[in-house]
C-alpha cells in the first residue's frame, strides 16, 4: 500500500494559486491518485483523481510527473471558503486496497 | 437531490451503554463504508460493506459492529462505548469497491461517550 507525505500545513492568501504536493514514493502501476477536501464538522468531499501527466476540472488541477513518484494538486484563486484539510489518496481498481486517508494538509486562506 | 444521510448529527451515551448510529443513501450504491475520525485526525476507516459482503479492518476493535439490512441502510454498532471512542463518525457510499470509485460522505455523527 502506497504511504503518502503531504505538508501538514499551509496558509495563502485570498486571490492567490496554491499547491500542495503529495509524495508517494511507493506507487504502484496500477494505482491512481485521489485528492479529497474536507470542511470542519463534515464528511470529505472528492476533488480530483488522476493517472499521470494533468488533470483538471472546475476545482482544481492535478499534476503529475512522469516517475509519478508525487503529485501536486493546485488550486486556482482561492478564497476564504476553501479553507479546508486536503487529503491524497493512492490506490489501485482492484479494490482490494483499503482506503487509507493519510494526515492531509490544513489549508488556511487568509484574506 | 441523492445523498447520504446520518443521524443523528449528535449523539450522546454513556460509558458502556451500546449506541447504534445509523446511514441512509438514495444512491443506490453497492458500497457502504463507516469510519471513525478523532480531533484533528485523518479519517480511519473501521469496515465496509459490498453489497451484503461485510469487510472488517484488521485493526478495528470487537467493540464495533456493523448491518447492512437491505441496499439503502447500513448501521453501526457500538457495544460497549469507552471514552476513547467519542468521535465523528463518517459514512459513505460508493459504486464499487476500488479507489477510482468516488466516495460520497454523509456529514457525520459526533458521539459523544460520558
Known amino acids: 500500500l502506497a504511504k503518502t507525505t503531504q505538508p501538514i500545513s499551509m496558509d495563502s492568501y485570498e486571490g492567490q494559486e496554491v499547491n500542495i504536493t503529495c509524495s508517494h514514493n511507493?506507487?504502484?502501476?496500477?494505482?491512481?491518485i485521489t485528492w479529497y477536501q474536507q470542511f470542519p464538522s463534515q464528511g470529505p468531499r472528492f476533488i480530483i483523481q488522476?493517472?499521470?501527466t494533468k488533470v483538471t476540472n472546475e476545482v482544481a488541477s492535478l499534476f503529475i510527473p512522469a516517475d509519478r513518484k508525487s503529485s501536486t494538486l493546485s488550486l486556482p484563486r482561492v478564497s476564504l471558503s476553501d479553507t479546508a484539510v486536503y487529503y491524497c489518496?493512492?490506490?489501485?481498481?482492484?479494490?482490494?486496497?483499503?482506503?487509507?486517508f493519510g494526515k492531509g494538509t490544513r489549508l488556511s486562506v487568509i484574506a | 437531490d441523492a445523498m447520504v444521510i446520518q443521524n443523528p448529527r449528535y449523539q450522546v451515551t454513556q460509558f458502556g451503554k451500546p449506541v447504534t448510529l445509523s446511514c441512509s443513501q438514495t444512491?443506490?450504491?453497492?458500497?457502504m463504508y463507516w469510519y471513525q475520525q478523532k480531533s484533528s485526525q485523518a479519517p480511519k476507516l473501521l469496515f465496509h460493506?459490498?453489497?451484503?459482503?461485510?469487510?472488517n479492518e484488521a485493526d478495528t476493535p470487537d467493540n464495533f459492529q456493523s448491518r447492512r439490512p437491505n441496499t439503502s441502510f447500513c448501521f453501526l454498532d457500538i457495544r460497549s462505548p469507552g471514552l476513547g471512542d467519542a468521535a465523528m463518525y463518517l459514512c459513505?457510499?460508493?459504486?464499487?469497491?476500488?479507489?477510482?470509485?468516488?466516495?460520497?460522505f454523509g456529514p457525520g455523527t459526533r458521539l459523544l461517550v460520558l
Open positions: 488522476g493517472y499521470k
Open positions: 511507493n506507487i504502484a502501476t496500477n494505482d491512481y
Open positions: 444512491l443506490n450504491h453497492n458500497v
Open positions: 460493506y459490498y453489497d451484503k459482503d461485510f469487510n
Open positions: 459513505a457510499t460508493s459504486r464499487g469497491p476500488s479507489l477510482q470509485e468516488t466516495q460520497y
Open positions: 489518496l493512492v490506490g489501485d481498481r482492484s479494490g482490494n486496497t483499503p482506503l487509507v
